[in-house]
Every structure is written in structure tokens, then in C-alpha cells.
């Protein structure tokens, strides 16, 4: 049961940990490793930066809107309304003071809060991972041979995680086990 969670998984983790590590320093010159290093250090600073960003802009939208909601109420509470309606046989109806019902409620401003700050949060996170893979790619494209060497021990590095998935995969008898069950 506990490997059917991805977050739960901790072996496979540490074996794939494990051969990348190998990898990194069978296959790679201190050049290349600092060259990584620095990439995945630029899309975690961008990711943060996105997220804060991503954030601000969801409370300050959120507060625009709030802002608005209220001005909207304050012209409608001091505009005129009916009071009464008559028709055409010449009864008269009382309508309904529904002001109470329109005025902006905590629980409102709250789930504004809330749904912005979420949005914001994942808007700017989203938009820091593309910016700081598309200048981490940057990076690591900048020394031809760098490049290439770090391409060769990514292919390596996948061909024997394949070797490693299949391998277990024929050990496996059936489809139950197969899945873990």
C-alpha cells in the first residue's frame, strides 16, 4: 500500500538518487556538475520569485476587487429605489428592501482572498518554472562541449533507469504483483 503513493515511494527515489549521483561523477567533468548546479539553482530562484510575485498580485487583486464591491454597495444603498410596484388592475405590492443582501460580507472577502491568492500563487509559480527552465537551458547551452557531455550522461543515465524498470519488470510474475497489489 505505501508504494502506491508517489509521495510515499521512498526506495525508488533513492536508487534513482543513487545512480544519478554515479553518473554526475562518472560521466561529468566539475565544469559540467557546477554548470547543473547553477541551472537548477536559477529555476529555483525563479520559481520562488514567480510565487511571491504570483501572490502580491492575487492579494492586490483582491483588495481591487474589494475595493469595488464596496463602492458598488455604498451607489446602491444611496441610490433611490422603489418601494412599491402598481399594476395595471391597480393593486399595489410592497417591495422588498434587499440592500441587507447586497452588502459585501467577510466570508466574501475571505474566499476573494483565498481564490486570488491561490491563482496568483500558481500563475506566478507556473510562469517562474518557465522562465527559469528557459534560462537554465540557456545556461547549460552556452559550452558546446559542456552540452554535450551533460546530454551524454542524461541518455546513459535513462538507458540504465530503463535497464533497472525492465529488469524488474521480469521479475514480476503477474499483473497483480505487477501493480503492487
Known sequence: MSDSLALLRKNAGQEISALAEEHLKH?????????????ASKISTHISIGTVVGIGLGAFLAFRLRSRRMQMFNAFRAHEKPTHVKFADGRGEAIPD????????TLGDIAAYTFFGFGGL???GE??????????????????????RIETAFRRFRADLLRKEADA???KKGVAELLGL
Not at 27 to 33: F, T, V
Open 169 to 171: 519488470l521480469d521479475k
Open 27 to 39: 560521466d561529468l567533468q566539475d565544469s559540467d556538475r557546477d554548470a547543473l548546479k547553477s541551472a
Open 127 to 148: 510562469t517562474g518554472l518557465f522562465t527559469g527552465s528557459a534560462s537554465a537551458g540557456r545556461t547549460i547551452m552556452r559550452d558546446p562541449e559542456s552540452r554535450e
Open 122 to 124: 500558481f500563475l506566478g
Open 98 to 105: 434587499v440592500t441587507p443582501f447586497m452588502k459585501p460580507s
